[in-house]
């Protein structure tokens, strides 16, 4: 409404009265619509807890009046909501969207071995046939044992829309079932569609070919620019009070291909013919007499500072401040329609000393059965922008060693910002496009990345990576020099920030759908996390445990996300160059499923500080089931067929991923030995993937909208009664795989019996 308007209504009265009996017929109207064709958004956001989002409603560091707190203040909320085993982020969120555990979708960890393989071969939990394939002849299930909550609606004949959720891709997934040593010789196991199409697609990003890199310069780097580059920069509206400099040579040059069969590289092979040659312009923007460059432009030398505008997906050149935001750069022509990004972190007014990074490149995955949404998404929300990367505040990609810690993190969190800003805008769109949708699923990644960051919560977790002595505090434990209490505090702030920032976006989502007059949203919106979060301080090699207990490691495969493990034997008969046998002999499969578990069993931290009760290091150990004839082929509720022989959860403060290379003994322990050492100092500090009970591992829910109930809070839930529970307010069945239940309580009224 104009501000003209908003005068006119003010100066009569009639106007205005009439205006408002209009609005509440409207209303009226919106809400009897609303009862007989109700529409759902469903929104995850990745690694939210649910304390710690109460914690930060009753502080003030989030807004109780919107986002997270809106939807509670207008509808349900849980104390806990329990996800899946293990609780990790693919397997909980294709368990959202199945209402199926992981046993009956067959997706048991975010990376994990397809048992019809070799024993070397791993599949992503995020591209892995849902509800299973078919092992012999290998091939697509005629029966999957789960399907995602979309293939019934879709066949009832609803709209479902579904912006970068994991599973909803457009990919056809294939395996290769080749022996060890055999060219692979892929076999479609699942085709896009059904199963992994809606009506409106948007894949999850992929890499670009680029990883992240650091470049430190001096004013050595940079000479005068010429009158052709002073000239562009006037004709594109930058203007700089100080002659321009510009590098004497390109910091970078990368390689793209035109097509879509490769990416970006440092090189030129395997198709990259596209070459971008990037230099780096300073421009002094303060009209002060004082020569202080403070921004620096990132172009392309051969074409130069085109003055634009410029059509999505393509950027033109990069401006950068100090401390950011970053800005995107589209390297054009390139097939797959491949972008990064650059961020300033240091500059010194004379250019004596600058750093700079250029973050991971990046792109939508151009499957052919929603190739027409992800263009739409290119063209109109733009390339896929670089996520954050945790190569960076760990230094693990090249280039950021003489960085200092401030700047590396300073990138992080302006990549938190800028994501989440593209997520949105994503999924804000999306929802624009198909006003008419009866579902929209949205995923969100953050906080799960800054709490695997930040989650720096604990006295054992060394606040410098390479330094075991920075645990505790100065003597305690003894030959402690204690934690950085700055550090500490700056990386609450981080993890802060996150939360704040995906709260903006479930705001922004429900600003796009609209609002009653109360707050309530004019949708039934579900907000859930996969998981939760919890700090570690140890490091765990699994194969060092293994083979430490005596188990012969070269006849297994090991799987893990996070504490949690899938131990797969290399069956005869099953493995694709199987090499244990199935009978009961000492050396098959029964013998060594049983040694591998009695280690994990008897597996305890020895280390008084950092296991102060003695506990067992697992606090699950489970293995497959027996009795059915077919050793190594048997399921239950815990099993399906892709989940290893063994399964194993580690309790909290233990973590598989995070060894160093090269690796960091703890305090009081080492040295260092790759092949033997067990508990070694990690290089981050959050973890999920323990016992799915744990209150740490909950996952968040709030629900509000015209078929929610208002102001209620329950105890527990289940992450697997979602689906459900939106099949009931769309008033469709449910597929007979659903394990989780219809949420009644929650519910204004119950339609279906």
Same mark, same amino acid.
């Given at each position: ?16 009265? &009439? ?12 809400? $009897? ?78 990376? &994990? ?108 780097? &940079? ?28 910091? $970078? ?34 009209? !002060? ?60 007014? !004379? ?55 401030? $700047? ?39 906080? !799960? ?202 309790? $909290? ?13 703890? #305090? ?78 929650? #519910? ?6």
């Amino acid at each position: 409404m104009t501000s003209a308007l908003r005068t006119s209504l003010r100066t009569l009265g009639f106007t205005l009265v &009439f205006a408002a009996a209009a609005t509440s017929l409207a209303c009226a109207h919106h809400d $009897e619509h609303h009862r007989k064709n109700p529409q759902v958004v469903v929104i995850s956001l990745d690694g939210a807890r649910p304390d710690l989002v109460e914690h930060y409603l009753k502080t003030g560091v989030l807004d109780r009046k919107t986002g997270l707190g809106r939807l509670k203040a207008r509808g349900v909320a849980a104390d806990q909501n329990i996800t899946v085993t293990p609780s990790v982020t693919a397997v909980a969120h294709i368990a959202i969207a199945t209402g199926s555990t992981a046993a009956h979708n067959d997706i048991p960890l975010n990376t &994990f071995h397809p048992v019809a393989a070799s024993i070397g071969t791993s599949i992503s939990g995020f591209a892995a046939p849902i509800g299973g394939y078919q092992l012999n002849p290998l091939g697509p299930s005629p029966a999957p044992t789960a399907e995602p909550l979309w293939v019934q609606l879709r066949r009832a004949g609803k709209k479902v829309v579904t912006a970068t959720w994991p599973g909803s891709d457009g990919a056809d997934i294939s395996i290769s079932n080749a022996p060890p040593g055999a060219p692979p010789v892929s076999t479609l196991v699942q085709a896009a569609t059904p199963i992994r199409t809606t009506d409106y697609t948007v894949p999850f990003g992929a890499f670009g070919g680029l990883g992240a890199q650091g470049f430190a310069l001096t004013s050595a780097s &940079f000479a005068a620019a010429d009158a052709t580059l002073t000239s562009q920069l006037v004709a594109a509206g930058h203007v700089s009070h100080s002659p321009v400099r510009v590098t004497a040579a390109p910091v $970078e040059t990368v390689f793209c291909a035109p097509a879509t069969t490769a990416t970006c590289g440092t090189t030129n092979a395997s198709g990259r013919t596209l070459r971008y040659d990037i230099k780096v312009a300073a421009l002094d923007t303060t009209d !002060d007499h004082v020569v202080n460059y403070d921004t620096l432009v990132f172009f392309e030398a051969t074409a130069g500072v085109q003055p634009g505008p410029f059509a999505l997906p393509s950027s033109g050149p990069a401006y950068v401040k100090l401390g950011g935001p970053s800005a995107k750069f589209f390297f054009e022509g390139s097939g797959n329609k491949i972008g990064a990004a650059y961020f300033v972190s240091f500059l010194v007014p !004379d250019l004596s000393t600058v750093r700079i990074a250029r973050y991971g490149a990046n792109f939508i995955p151009r499957n052919a059965p929603v190739l027409a949404v992800v263009d739409d998404i290119n063209d109109n929300v733009g390339f896929w922008a670089p996520q954050p990367d945790f190569r960076i505040p760990e230094r693990l990609s090249p280039g950021f060693t003489p960085f200092p810690d401030l $700047e590396l993190e300073a990138m992080y969190h302006d990549q938190v910002q800028t994501w989440i800003a593209y997520q949105t805008a994503v999924a804000v769109h999306a929802i624009q496009e198909n006003p008419d949708a009866d579902l929209v699923m949205i995923y969100i990644e953050q906080p !799960d990345g800054s709490g695997h960051q930040f989650t720096l919560t604990d006295r054992r977790q060394p606040t410098n990576p390479t330094d075991n002595t920075s645990i505790g505090t100065s003597g305690n434990p003894p030959g402690a020099t204690g934690q950085d209490a700055a550090k500490v505090k700056r990386y609450a702030g981080y993890l802060e920030f996150a939360y704040q920032q995906a709260n903006g976006a479930v705001e922004a989502i429900l600003n796009a759908i609209g609002s009653h007059h109360g707050g309530e949203p004019r949708r039934d919106v579900f907000v859930v996390s996969d998981h939760g979060m919890a700090p570690f301080h140890t490091a765990v090699s699994l194969r060092n445990l293994l083979a430490n207990a005596g188990v012969n490691v070269n006849l297994l495969g090991i799987r893990t996300t996070g504490p949690a493990a899938n131990i797969y034997v290399n069956l005869q008969g099953r493995e694709a160059g199987g090499t244990v046998p199935a009978d009961s002999s000492p050396t098959g499969y029964a013998a060594l499923v049983a040694q591998v578990a009695a280690a994990l069993r008897a597996a305890k931290d020895p280390h008084g500080f950092y296991n102060p009760q003695g506990a067992p290091l697992f606090s699950d150990v489970l293995t497959r089931p027996e009795g059915c004839g077919f050793p190594g082929f048997c399921v239950n509720e815990n099993f399906g067929q892709d989940t290893g022989d063994v399964v194993a959860l580690m309790i $909290e403060g233990y973590n598989f991923d995070g060894v160093q290379s090269p690796g960091f003994a703890r #305090l009081d322990e080492g040295p260092f030995n790759t092949t033997t050492t067990v508990y070694s100092v990690p290089n981050f500090y959050g973890a999920h993937g323990h016992n799915s009970n744990l209150q740490s591992m909950s996952a968040i829910f709030y629900a509000a909208g015209p078929s929610l109930k208002q102001g209620r809070t329950v105890d527990v839930l289940h992450n697997i009664d979602v689906a459900p529970t939106v099949m009931e307010i769309l008033d469709v069945a449910p597929a007979p795989t659903v394990d989780g239940e219809v949420i009644t309580k929650i #519910l204004q009224k119950h339609k279906r019996d």
